[in-house]
C-alpha cells in the first residue's frame, strides 16, 4: 500500500503518538512514516495533527502519507496542506488528494473551487475528477472560463469523466480554447458521447495547429466510432506528420471506412514500417477485396511485424468475402 520500507517494529499507536510530541523533527517525521506503515484508520487522527506541525519535512512527509488513507478528515487535513507556504509540502498534498475515493470527501473539496489561488483551484478539481459526483459539475462548467489553463483542463477531466449528454457543448467549446493543452483534453474527453456531434467535433480539429492535437483528435475519432468523421480522416492521411497520419489509419481501419482503402494501400510502400503495419491492419479491419493484390504484394515485407499482419489482413479478406 505504502511506498515507504518497511520498519521491522511499529510499535502500537500510543507509542508511535508520543513519538509525535518529540522536539527533534527527525524522529517526529519517522513516527509519520510509521503511521503510515500500521495501514491503520486509527493513524488518521495522528497524521491530521502532523499536517499541522511547525517543521516543514515532517508536513512533507505528512502530506504523503495523507495519500494513504481516505475519507473526509483526510480531505480536511489535505485542503489545509495543499495552501501551504512551502511549495513542496502543497504539490505533495495536491498529489495526495487525487488519490481520494469517497465520494463523502467533495463535500469539503468543492468550496476550494473558487479559490484564490489557480494551484488550490486545478488540485481541487483533479481531485474531483476521481470522485465522479454530480455536484461537482457545476463548478467544473464554470472553471472552463477560468483563466489559468491548467484550472481549465482538470475542469474538463471532471466533465469527461462524468460522461453526462449535456455537457456536450461545453466540451465541443473548449475543443476551440486557445490553450493546447486544454484543447487536447477536451478532445480526449468526447470520446463519451460516440455520437455524430462528437465526431464532427473531433474531425473539426484535425486541422489544430499543433500535431499533437491533431494526432489525438484522428485516434479520438476512432473511439467515438462514427463513419460520418471517415472523409476528415482520409484527408488526414496527408498530414505534415507521421504520428497523425499513423493515428487517422488506426481509427480508419476502426470505422471500417471502405471509402478509404484507396487513400490506404499506399502506405503499405511507407518507408517506415509503423505505418506499413497499420496500413495492412486497417485493410484487414476493412476486408475490402480491392485490397487483396496490394496486400499479397507486401507478404514478403522485410519487417517480420508487417508480414504477420498482412496475413492477418489477407486472412480477414477470405473469411469475410
Known amino acids: 500500500m505504502t511506498a515507504f520500507e518497511p520498519f521491522e517494529a511499529f510499535g502500537d499507536l500510543d507509542e508511535i503518538s508520543e513519538r509525535l510530541e518529540s522536539p527533534d523533527p527527525s524522529i517526529r517525521r519517522l513516527a509519520v512514516i510509521d503511521l503510515v506503515e500500521t495501514s491503520s484508520g486509527e493513524a488518521i487522527p495522528l497524521l491530521v495533527r502532523a499536517a499541522g506541525d511547525p517543521d516543514v519535512d515532517v508536513r512533507l512527509q505528512t502530506a504523503r502519507a495523507l495519500g494513504e488513507f481516505d475519507g473526509i478528515e483526510v480531505a480536511k487535513a489535505l485542503t489545509g496542506a495543499v495552501v501551504d507556504t512551502q511549495p513542496a509540502v502543497a504539490q505533495a498534498a495536491a498529489e495526495s488528494l487525487a488519490e481520494l475515493r469517497d465520494p463523502a470527501a467533495s463535500t469539503v473539496l468543492l468550496p476550494l473551487a473558487t479559490h484564490s489561488s489557480a494551484f488550490v483551484r486545478a488540485a481541487v478539481l483533479r481531485a474531483l475528477k476521481a470522485l465522479q459526483v454530480s455536484t461537482s459539475l457545476g463548478p467544473a462548467i464554470a472553471a472552463l472560463g477560468d483563466t489559468d489553463a491548467a484550472v481549465r483542463v482538470q475542469a474538463v477531466g471532471v ?114 514500417a509503423s505505418l506499413r503495419k497499420d496500413a495492412a491492419a486497417a485493410l484487414g479491419d476493412i476486408a475490402d477485396l480491392k485490397a487483396r493484390d496490394a496486400l499479397v504484394g507486401r507478404a514478403e515485407d522485410e519487417d517480420p511485424d508487417v508480414r504477420k499482419t498482412v496475413a492477418w489482413a489477407l486472412g480477414q479478406i477470405e473469411t469475410r468475402n
Open 159 to 272: 466533465i469527461g469523466y462524468l460522461k453526462q449528454a449535456e455537457t456536450l457543448p461545453s466540451l465541443i467549446h473548449a475543443t476551440r480554447d486557445e490553450d493546447a493543452a486544454v484543447r487536447l483534453a477536451a478532445i480526449n474527453a468526447l470520446s463519451f458521447a460516440r455520437n455524430d456531434a462528437a465526431a464532427q467535433a473531433a474531425a473539426g480539429t484535425l486541422s489544430d495547429r499543433e500535431w499533437q492535437v491533431r494526432a489525438i483528435a484522428a485516434e479520438t475519432i476512432g473511439r467515438i466510432g462514427q463513419t460520418s468523421a471517415a472523409t476528415a480522416l482520409i484527408a488526414s492521411l496527408d498530414d505534415g506528420y507521421w504520428q497523425v497520419r499513423q493515428k487517422a489509419l488506426q481509427s480508419l481501419g476502426k470505422l471500417q471506412a471502405r471509402a478509404a482503402v484507396a487513400s490506404i494501400i499506399p502506405f503499405l510502400d511507407d518507408p517506415l
